[in-house]
């Protein structure tokens, strides 16, 4: 999950834009998501949007895959999304249910039979209540799955997420892959519910992948060690309310990015937090 790099919380920075790419690619990613909660997509202009998703698919140059976020509250605005995004090569989109007073299961059918009807390429479903306030069963996701069958990948941040995934993967009859999020504070777990993977933005990918990897390939000691290994800096970014900004300042900590700024009103962390991450940091012997 890219970050958006901001100069002063200003300009975009794409330098560092195809710095956190390279990175992606080097450790092992399999795609990177852009335009997403994380990437600050809401604090964008719909012109500065097509810039950012020209470049990086540019950048990536079909090294891995390029999902971009198109997530709105209105129907109009998402079908324009999406045309951008597949005209300007994306690889798949990514969509959370729109934001409603009063959700219910026709306006969410609705909205994403309009994204089918769009789209010529694949869907991500992104089941994150926080923001849309929007809550997905296995039985809805399995229903969304069966009408819509661009619809080939659910993100999961629906805590605790592995139960949920135990369910959606058993109700749907395994015929979505699921991936985690949520800073993979639960990533072990969920590999081990079934996950496909996970799409998060933590700063030391991979490692993820190096977990990932472990699992797949049966070592799963070595998976366990690694994991609590990092788990307090997994948690530690994951905090709520401040993760972007925490996961910035350590981007740029490792020369990621130039400049750890975020888009008012996003959050930023004080100094005193920047002291405990950097003394966290130390206490791991990062660099």
Known sequence: MLPTPFING???DYSSF?????HAVKSGCS???TLGVM???NRMLESERDKVIEYIVNSVNNRIEVIVGVSSDSTIILKSRIRSAQNLGASAIMACPSRLSKPNENAISNYFNAAQETSNIPIVLQDLPTESGVHLSAELISKLCDSF???QMLKLEDPPTPPKISSILKTTNKKIL???GLGGVFFLEELGRGAAGTMTGFAYPEILTSIYKKVISGDLDSARDLFFQWLPLIRYEN?????LSIRKHIMKFRGLIEDASVREPTPTIDDFTLNELLNLLSSMHLK
């Not at 195809?18 to 390279?22: A, E, G």
Request: proline content about 4%; cysteine-free.
């Open 10 to 12: 200003g300009d975009i």
């Open 39 to 41: 990437g600050e997509a």
């Open 239 to 243: 905090s709520a309310g401040i993760s």
């Open 178 to 180: 699921v991936f985690g």
């Open 31 to 33: 795609g990177v998501v």
């Open 18 to 22: 195809n710095t956190l790419i390279n």
């Open 149 to 151: 069958p661009l619809i």
